[in-house]
């Protein structure tokens, strides 16, 4: 399953340099950018076993770079919870995938969250709804990220609309993104996807990560992240449609 030829051993090393680049200047988006570009080469669960060494390492890296940890673990466990148990069941969707629908489902949920963010869309969650709707939103995250290998939907937007401080956002997205990478692992392992040779494959592909973070926090400092993820944004919608509409073309 992962006798990677030459050529597609530069397209993975420059796909993950790439998604670095945008995790280092948004702070966020390496799995995404990952599995749209690998899944237009290679099927979506092939693409999601590469992710996950690379993934863990820099999700891992942010969330522990965070002021408030044990807080955040505190108000967010239950939607944590919910995001393992629909990772690992959802994780079915993407290992027995027979009928191809995986590439199309993946699409729609990159246009969709960049669809979402591109229109700004600025919600607020009452702080009194929060433990009813958080486990609701960790089970609906995780059916999608079983599914499609994507994280952020709806995740990112909940978490948005929490009203959390700067800081303490990128550290509950950091803690979102590392507890749907390890279900994720764990439901693609039970689907034997996620095998030794797919660890050895995960692990090489944390250098050009790291690297295309390094460079991409140098880049932050020079050019508007917010420009930068606009543009990014649109790139993914078009990915999404690609990838959306490929079983028609």
Partial sequence: MFDFSASQVLTIALTFFLAGIVKGVTGMGLPTVAMGVLATVMPPVGAASLLIVPSFVTNVWQLLAGPSFAALSSRLWLMMAGITAGTIAGSWLLTN????????????????????????????????????????????????????????????????????????????????????????????AGGGAFRFDSIGASV????????????????????????????????????????LLRPLI
């Fill in 204 to 243: 090489l592909a944390v250098a050009p990560a790291l690297a295309g973070m390094g460079l991409g926090q140098w880049v932050r400092r020079r050019v508007s992240p917010a420009t930068f993820r606009r543009w990014f944004l649109i790139c993914l919608l078009l990915l999404g449609l690609q990838l």
């Fill in 97 to 188: 995938d027979s009928g191809g629908w995986t590439t199309p489902a993946l699409g729609a949920a990159l246009m969709i969250y960049a669809g979402m963010s591109l229109m700004a869309w600025q919600l607020t969650v009452p702080a009194r709804l929060e433990p009813r709707l958080s486990p609701f939103i960790g089970l609906a995250t995780g059916v999608v990220t079983g599914g499609t290998g994507v994280f952020v939907i709806p995740a990112v937007p909940y978490l948005q609309a929490l009203g959390l401080g700067k800081e303490d956002l990128i550290q509950a997205l950091g803690l979102s993104f590392t507890v749907s990478t390890i279900a994720l692992a764990i439901g693609l």
